[in-house]
């Protein structure tokens, strides 16, 4: 039987969304307010979903604590209060989008769920945005 464990936090984070092969006039016409020179942030939603067998002899999937501080070491630690242009290293080079945050924070903690399997990241972006990225290629 499988079973699906849910984690939310929380980071606040600045970014620009811009693409340097692109001139200013196209920036600005695609990105909007997002390619606001200086950045802009957000106040972001996280939501990790795990899944796996529930082990007999302790009836966890994987314990609540563990996924917490992974997401925590792996994730928070790295974004929370950064400019996610400059300062996050595994977004270094990639256009913060919701979309691409989302799918880097899987590859960023895929590796420290086991024995569960990451299934889903959730990003709100805002109240009104939301990106789930269920894993394959960015």
């Known amino acids: 039987m499988k079973v699906r464990l849910v984690s939310t936090s929380h980071f606040s984070a600045a970014h620009r969304l811009h693409r340097d092969d692109w001139d200013e006039e196209t920036n600005r016409r695609i990105f909007d307010k997002c390619n606001n020179p200086h950045g802009h942030g957000h106040t972001y939603g996280l939501e990790v979903t795990v899944e796996g067998e529930i082990d007999p002899e302790t009836g966890y999937v994987m314990d609540f604590g563990i996924l917490k501080k ?23 080079g990639v256009n913060p989008t919701a979309e691409n945050i989302a799918a880097g924070i899987w ?5 420290h769920v086991a024995p569960a399997r990451l299934i889903r990241v959730t990003l709100d972006e805002t109240e009104k945005n939301r990106v789930i990225y269920e894993g394959g290629r960015p």
């Open 107 to 111: 590859k960023r903690l895929e590796p």
């Open 70 to 92: 992974a997401v925590q070491e792996h994730v928070l630690r790295a974004v929370d209060r950064r400019h996610l242009n400059f300062d996050v290293d595994f977004l270094a």
